[in-house]
């Protein structure tokens, strides 16, 4: 079985447009991008495979400093070097066209001037090289039949950086990462460099040699975006990248998967809808031995104590706990242990980093590192319980996580319509389960708690018995706000089911509704 629900930004049409595209020599079914020709994330009859965001970092900050007697100059390699400047014109309904005027550097288009400091920052990518079409790499593997064919076709994946999975008929199963990899030779990429031709890519390492994995002893593969480069990989100094999502969506699949038995596609399909927070497991374990002579504080420990860590609409503890993570406890751990300048300038702290230090204190808060690691968690939680009074009720049995955690799948043209047509653009909102760090994963802004990103379409394929296959996207797969296909998969979505993906000819015509035949004249 192969399972993939890659995430994104929800919008309404869907981003992602289920097809089966049927020709000769080709008969693929699955997702793709609806701006794109081909199927990304599916099966072709002979193998299966899906994707998500793979960490290497494929771009880079310049900063060049301008000429003080032509603007429209900067220096590189002692020379001033001429911009490259476009002017386009915009139309604008009921007013004359707006100029604008476009920069470019040799490293990339110009995002930003200091003209009173003479200075210019521009952004190199990787996705500006040639033939670095997003997703148009899956044109290749559609074809594959076998792994070398498809380890050979993501040799020349460009963007963006992905982890394939797969399978195949013989009971083979893989990982192959694909993405444009530059190498940097005396930079590591986490910071601007001067534009000036010190600071150059030295080129790209191959695809071939990124790492990969073919039939693995423990008989399965999961990935979640976390740091998964092998530790013996040889090209580990090129340092593909250093920003990697927390490892606990992970931890939670492999406490699944690596548990004893045999899987089903049923538990596929549970586990791609799993709101069990492996983050909320690991922070409510440091509260184990903590008291509290405050009456609130207490019930807040109390709460969190009695809970199964599963994020359910109908959840107290987990509307506690989100507030508690999103909004209090990595402000104030940067408060103690950050420098008031630092933690004035950043965000929330990374997981990976604010567990390190909330799990080894001795090694961010000095002296009395216990004594002032557990200030921070019971004040934050005190903070937090207020809020959630302030936004749920003082009556904690009354709390619900769903109350908060909604999603509101929004349409481009919404803020620019009236309300009727509004509500006809957009769908929702509606209570949303799970979190951040759960395998359904539901981020969400922590200023409304509304839900900014997740998977979209699910799909779980019966590698072989391809009409067993199961599938979903949302809201729906027509792009048209009066079609009943607008918003009509969303119930399913949120629900954690899905529909049929058949794929033989004879359970397609079976089942078909309508048939559009289109005739050149």
């Known amino acids: 079985m192969l399972a993939s629900d890659p995430h994104r930004a929800y919008l309404a049409p869907s981003l992602r447009y289920i097809a089966h595209l049927n020709a000769p020599q080709l008969n693929v079914i699955g997702a793709g991008e609806p701006a794109l020709p081909g199927i990304s994330i599916g099966h072709n009859g002979s193998i299966a495979f899906g994707l998500t965001i793979f960490g290497i970092d494929q771009e880079d900050l310049y900063v060049y400093d301008t000429n003080p007697a032509n603007p429209l100059e900067y220096q590189y390699k002692g020379q001033w070097e001429k911009f490259v400047v476009v002017r386009e014109s915009i139309a604008v309904k009921g007013a004359e066209p707006v100029s604008v005027e476009l920069r470019f550097t040799r490293h990339g288009p110009v995002i930003f001037t200091e003209g009173s400091k003479q200075r210019a920052f521009a952004v190199r990518s990787g996705w500006f090289e040639p033939g670095m079409a997003p997703y148009f790499g899956s044109i290749d593997y559609m074809f594959a039949s076998n792994f070398q064919e498809f380890k050979r076709s993501m040799a020349h994946w460009g963007a963006p950086a992905e982890n394939q999975v797969y399978a195949d008929t013989k009971g083979n199963i893989g990982w192959v990462p694909g993405g444009l990899a530059p190498i940097r030779p005396n930079w590591d990429g986490l910071l601007p460099v001067p534009g000036d031709g010190r600071y150059e890519w030295a080129g790209f390492l191959p695809g071939s040699q990124l790492p990969s994995s073919y039939n693995p002893p423990q008989g399965w593969f999961a990935s979640a975006n976390e740091m998964n480069i092998p530790a013996g990989y040889p090209y580990r100094e090129r340092k ?17 998967l690596g548990a004893p038995g045999k899987r089903s596609l049923e538990d596929s399909m549970r586990l791609q809808n799993d709101v069990l927070s492996f983050t909320a497991r690991r922070a409510v374990t440091m509260l184990l031995n903590l008291r509290s002579p405050d009456s609130k504080t207490q019930a807040a420990l109390t709460l969190l104590r009695n809970w ?14 989100e507030v508690w993570w999103s909004r209090y406890l990595g402000y104030l751990y940067k408060e103690v242990v950050l420098s008031k300048t630092a933690a004035a300038t950043m965000g929330p702290p990374d997981p990976t980093a604010l567990f390190s230090g909330l799990e080894q204190p001795h090694t961010v808060f000095g002296s009395d590192a216990q004594a002032k690691r557990d200030w921070v968690l019971l004040t934050s939680l005190n903070l937090a319980w207020g ?9 904690p049995a009354q709390w619900q996580w769903g109350k908060l955690h909604h999603a509101l799948i929004t349409h481009p043209f919404s803020a620019a319509v009236d309300g009727p047509t509004r509500a006809k653009l957009n769908v929702g909102p509606f209570p949303k389960q799970g979190g951040g760090s759960t395998p359904n994963m539901s981020s969400y802004d922590p200023r409304d708690f509304r839900q900014v990103a997740g998977p979209s379409f699910r799909v779980v394929v019966d590698v072989g018995n391809w009409d067993n296959s199961r599938a979903v996207n949302t809201p729906g797969q027509s792009g048209d706000p009066d079609s009943p296909h607008y918003r009509d998969l969303t119930e399913l979505w949120l629900k954690g089911e899905y529909f049929p993906l058949l794929y033989s000819r004879q359970r397609v015509e079976a089942e078909t509704i309508r048939r559009i035949v289109l005739q050149p004249r």
Request: aromatic share 16%.
């Open 240 to 256: 593909l990248g250093f920003e990697w999502p927390s490892r606990d969506r992970y931890n939670r699949l492999t406490e699944v």
């Open 308 to 321: 199964d860590f599963v994020e359910r609409t109908d959840s107290a503890a987990a509307a506690l706990f």
């Open 387 to 395: 809020y959630t009074e302030k936004l749920l009720g003082s009556d």
